[in-house]
């Protein structure tokens, strides 16, 4: 019983007609740290409904931690904290007892709910937050609250619909560092994200869906070893001859700027040393150029 997912076939047509899932395989590893990816609407929310029990499946089956979705329902449920896509709590009720409430659902005696509760609430930073109601909470206060909430019930796989979705970077990081250490402690965790960095950063594999099929089930270190160069967009004081730099394949975009093509791994500071030596151009900033998900997608189509 090694696999904390295991999906066959699984298929969802909504009542609309709308075919979300149309035949997904996916395991999942216990311990493991899988990424969920793929665009708007290709099907991630709608398996993690089902595997929560949100969504009722059309066709396939589903198991978690060994228990059947539709057999073990409950079992299978109890294996599970989730934070879904949608926030989903009562916006009157106080913070701590959002949690306390969850523990209650699942038994877990109020005294011993209350010092986990604590320790989370901590953990999370919303501990000074734990008398008001929710909805005086930031959005990424929320985000962080539906973590604990998931968490109170000690599951055993963890699954996040876009974590980081309207959280400021500092805190992403610090969330990021509090998933892996849950994980290294032996949570499995799924989550979906729109971030590639997201998934280098905590990522162990990683499937892609399009449309409602996986057309990519791999290592991370596989999937991101595809985008073997990457753009950077460089302003500089003054565009000059960029003969030069054929090798990085530099492009001139106007007076002030270029683009340039580098290899992964490339030492990028010596090489703008070298570009304003050869050339004579001041270099002002660079920064990658555009959205290297999209650009993830694009080269696993072709
Ligand atoms: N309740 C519903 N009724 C009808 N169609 C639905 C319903 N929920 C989702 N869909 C459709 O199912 C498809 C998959 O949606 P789903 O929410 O699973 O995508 P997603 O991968 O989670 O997208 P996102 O990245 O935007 O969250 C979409 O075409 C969506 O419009
Ligand atoms: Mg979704």
Same mark, same amino acid.
Request: proline residues 3%; glycine residues 2%.
């Given at each position: 019983m090694n696999q904390a997912i295991s999906i066959s076939n699984l +298929?969802? $047509?909504y009542a609309n007609g709308t075919e979300a899932l149309k035949g997904i395989d996916l395991q999942v590893e216990a311990g493991d740290f899988f990424a969920l990816l793929g665009a708007n609407g290709a099907g991630k929310t709608t398996i993690i409904g089902i595997l929560t029990g949100l969504v009722n499946k059309t066709g396939g089956?589903? @198991?978690?931690?060994?228990? !059947?979705?539709?057999?073990?329902?409950n079992a299978a449920k109890r294996m599970i904290g989730v934070v879904p896509q949608e926030m989903n709590f009562n916006q009157f009720e106080k913070v701590e007892d959002i949690v306390l409430t969850e523990a209650g659902y699942f038994g877990i005696p109020r005294a011993e709910a209350a010092s986990e509760c604590e320790q989370l %609430?901590?953990? %999370?930073? %919303?501990? *000074? =937050? =734990? @008398?008001?109601? @929710?909805?005086n909470l930031s959005g990424g206060m929320k985000r962080r609250l539906m973590i604990a909430r998931a968490l109170i019930t000690r599951p055993r796989l963890l699954i996040l619909d876009e974590p980081t979705a309207g959280v !400021? +970077? *500092? %805190?992403r990081y610090s969330m990021w560092d509090y998933l892996r250490d849950l994980n290294r402690n032996g949570l499995t965790v799924l989550l979906t994200t729109h971030y590639l960095e997201e998934v280098e950063q905590m990522c162990r594999n990683a499937a892609m869906i399009k449309d409602g099929k996986i057309i990519t089930n791999d290592s991370v270190r596989n999937l991101v070893g595809i985008l073997e160069k990457e753009t950077y967009v460089v302003h500089v004081d003054r565009? $000059? !001859?960029i003969g030069p730099l054929a090798d990085i394949n530099a492009q001139r975009v106007d007076d002030n700027t270029f683009t340039m093509e580098l290899s992964k791994g490339t030492d990028i500071a010596a090489l703008l040393n070298k570009v304003s030596q050869s050339t004579g151009m001041s270099i002002r900033d660079f920064r990658p150029q555009g959205n290297r998900m999209e650009k993830l997608f694009l080269e696993l189509l072709k």
């Open positions: +298929v969802k $047509t089956q589903a @198991s978690v931690f060994g228990h !059947d979705i539709d057999h073990e329902h %609430l901590k953990r %999370l930073e %919303l501990w *000074e =937050k =734990k @008398s008001q109601p @929710s909805r !400021d +970077v *500092e %805190l565009v $000059t !001859d």
